[in-house]
């Protein structure tokens, strides 16, 4: 008892912000000199990409009302069969990811993060969008497009690889699609060298929460996925698990 007690302690270390005291920031690469990585994970140049309807082209997305998507906002499990449309996708992606200032070096985005780092990629498990294929699609937060990945046979054979690698929480197959973020944690650690982890933790939770309130916007629902098997998300969207990994899902349906 008193050994896991310990344990306990010594991993509340994480949410703690000593780290800096000890961190030389003299040294991280940012100071060093070295080039930042890319804002956007490189994509080969003739990979299938399809274009979502841009913010200033939107039809159907109203000005729903903060307050009532707040009071509206909890954990949806249970979906309907409608799918959701480009649309409602783009206003989604745009919302938890998307640009919405290009200053050259850099972007603002419509969430926060730590020193504008922005560690995250946006991966989606399409199950029943209008005209999409089911499969694996990244987003690409500075074109406002989505890049095909790979298939996966049928939508049940995808729903029920994501149930599996859910440890069998087989309601993240049901909606529309999952949210699948993965962490480039060198994004970060170029600036913040050891002092980065806690900060991608709590950026991760402005990027899901914006996708909760966006989600009531539309009718649909989501709901945050943080228990998973690693290693089978981080094969289910082909990622090397080392230096980007999975950090945290959530599938959207529609009420
Ligand atoms: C970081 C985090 C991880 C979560 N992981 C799961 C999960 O793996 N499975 C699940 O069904 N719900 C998960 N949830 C949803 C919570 O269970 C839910 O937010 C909580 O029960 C409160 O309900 P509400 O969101 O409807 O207010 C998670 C929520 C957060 C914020």
């Not at 903060?66 to 992606?93: D, G, Q, T, V, W």
């Not at 745009?94 to 290009?102: I, R, Y």
């Not at 790979?150 to 440890?167: M, V």
């Not at 996925?225 to 981080?234: T, V």
Request: hydrophobic share 40%; glycine share 8%.
């Amino acid at each position: 008892m008193k050994e896991k007690h310990e344990d306990m302690k010594k991993y509340r270390y994480f949410l703690k912000d000593n780290i800096r005291l000890i961190t030389d920031f003299s040294q991280t690469d940012q100071s060093l000199g070295v080039k930042p990585p890319p804002i956007e994970k490189p994509f080969p140049i003739e990979s299938k990409r399809i274009v979502l309807a841009k913010p200033d082209k939107w039809q159907n997305i109203n000005e729903t009302g903060l307050i009532s998507a707040i009071k509206n906002r909890r954990s949806h499990r249970k979906y309907s069969n409608e799918p959701l449309s480009n649309e409602e996708l783009s206003f989604l992606l745009w919302a938890t990811q998307g640009v919405k200032k290009n200053l050259g070096s850099t972007v603002l985005r419509n969430v926060p993060s730590a020193g504008n780092r922005h560690p995250f990629e946006t991966y989606l498990c399409i199950l029943n969008v209008v005209d999409f294929e089911p499969g694996i699609y990244r987003y690409l937060p500075l074109e406002h497009e989505l890049l095909f990945e790979f298939g996966y046979g049928s939508r049940q054979e995808l729903a029920e690889k994501i149930g599996i690698a859910t440890l069998g929480q087989f309601f993240t197959g049901t909606g529309a699609v999952v949210f699948i973020w993965t962490a480039i944690p060198y994004r970060t650690e170029w600036r913040y060298g050891i002092a980065s982890h806690k900060v991608m933790a709590i950026d991760a939770g402005h990027v899901c929460q914006n996708l909760y309130l966006t989600s009531e916007a539309v009718g649909a629902g989501a709901c945050a996925i943080a228990a998973y098997n690693q290693e089978l998300m981080d094969k289910l969207i082909k990622v090397d698990g080392e230096d980007e990994f999975v950090i945290y899902l959530a599938p959207v349906g529609k009420k």
